[in-house]
């Protein structure tokens, strides 16, 4: 029981590592794209839909 | 038993929410935060035209991420091409993974522990009354949400513009209209003339859903927000677990009735609706839940403080 309980635990690692990987390297991929500068503009400036004006 | 140490959380929320929204100046002048900060994100719902904002909302620059390929114009059949080619090159990398990073190393607990609108509801459901738990099927809407109103209408729908919109904040989002819709409109007497159906239709929705957190536990949370239905899978991979000890349960529900979020936690702990908010474990007599051995150094920090809100 126990040895399954680890056997789980360690699958769930490796897909934790996994998951971790792939974000890092989304978000590497993403600034490069320069994606924060598109919604830094939205950001700065009032945004009508967010405040329900259309 | 109970651990005062816990009380840390509300604590955690009320740094997060002040923390996030410390721009002061733009509560005086109705302007917003211009600075360098507003190229991150938070990992939480916390809206960008807050006067008071210093960060970006996660949900607000995916849609804007996704509707920059400008929408999909199906009267001009010679753009389709270039437009699909558009909006397959504008998926939001840098927030998904930024999210997922979180949700990787926390599962949901950026929900239970530094979210503003979050907090709100569970201030909101002190107010005494009778409580109710809500139909759990509710819990789905949120996924539905997700995926249609911050990836597919905003990659494909066409604004009157001719452009993408963000239509979850356009239509939907209740945070937007109390952190960035109240306040501008009461801080700038020039936007207050334009309001129109739209305002009154997000009001509409928002007074619905502060009336409901009077009566359910957050319902918003559980029911309707597309970054709690994004981080809910991680819970299922992340660092940080809970984790209960079945054997030795008594069916007591001490647990059950502190949940944040309703949930039967003998049952049901840890699922993709579990905020990792530690109510349970500060509440169950027996010592029952813990958190997992690579969240220790995280146990430390919640256990023995002794800080009361
Ligand atoms: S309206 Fe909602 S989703 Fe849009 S930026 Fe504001 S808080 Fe985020
Ligand atoms: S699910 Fe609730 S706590 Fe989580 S981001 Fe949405 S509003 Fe905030
Ligand atoms: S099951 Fe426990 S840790 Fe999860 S949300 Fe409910 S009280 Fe918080």
């Known amino acids: 029981m126990n040895d399954q309980i680890a056997q789980k635990s360690g699958q769930t690692s490796k897909t934790t590592i996994f998951v971790l990987l792939v974000a890092l390297a989304m978000i590497i991929i993403g600034f490069r794209n320069g994606e924060h500068r598109s919604y830094f503009q939205k950001a700065v400036m009032v945004c009508t839909q967010c405040i329900g004006l259309g | 038993m109970h651990r005062p140490g816990l009380k840390i959380r509300f604590w955690t929320q009320a740094a997060a929410t002040i ?18 900060l507003k190229h991150a994100c938070v990992p939480t719902l916390n809206c960008y035209s807050c006067p008071a904002a210093l960060f970006s909302c996660p949900i607000g620059a995916m849609q804007v991420t996704v ?36 949700g990787g190393l926390v599962g949901r607990a950026a929900c239970g522990w530094v979210c503003p609108f979050g907090w709100f509801q569970e201030l909101l459901h002190r107010i005494p009354s009778r409580k109710f738990v809500g139909p759990q099927i509710l819990k789905y809407l949120k996924y539905l949400i997700l995926l249609v109103f911050v990836f597919i209408l905003p990659a494909f729908w066409l604004d009157e513009f001719d452009g993408g919109e963000p239509s979850f904040c356009k239509y939907l989002c209740p945070a937007g209209t109390l952190e960035g819709g109240i306040p501008l409109a009461w801080l700038q007497p020039a936007l207050r003339s334009q309001l129109g159906w739209l305002f009154t239709w997000k009001m509409s929705l928002l007074a619905l859903l502060l009336v ?98």
Not at chain 2, 29 to 36: C, D
Not at chain 2, 243 to 270: T, Y
């Open chain 2, 212 to 309: 409901a957190s009077v009566f359910f536990k957050r319902p918003f949370c559980r029911w309707g927000c597309p970054l709690g239905a994004f981080y809910g899978p991680f819970n299922r991979v992340s660092v940080y677990k809970v984790s209960f000890d079945k054997a030795g349960c008594i069916e007591c529900g001490a647990c059950s009735r502190k949940c944040p979020v309703s949930l039967d936690v003998p049952r049901e702990i840890d699922n993709a609706e579990c905020l990792r908010c530690l109510e349970c474990r500060d509440a169950c007599p027996k010592h029952l839940i813990s958190i997992n051995r690579q969240a220790r150094a995280f146990n430390s920090l919640t256990h023995d403080h002794g800080i009361k809100p």
């Open chain 2, 19 to 36: 923390g996030s929204n410390a721009y002061l100046a733009g509560l005086k002048t109705g302007s917003l935060y211009t600075g360098v």
């Open chain 2, 67 to 102: 509707a920059g390929a400008g929408g999909l114009d199906l009267t001009a059949l010679h753009t389709i091409g270039a437009r699909l080619t558009a909006i397959s090159t504008s998926f939001p990398l840098l927030v998904i993974g930024f999210l997922a990073l979180v």
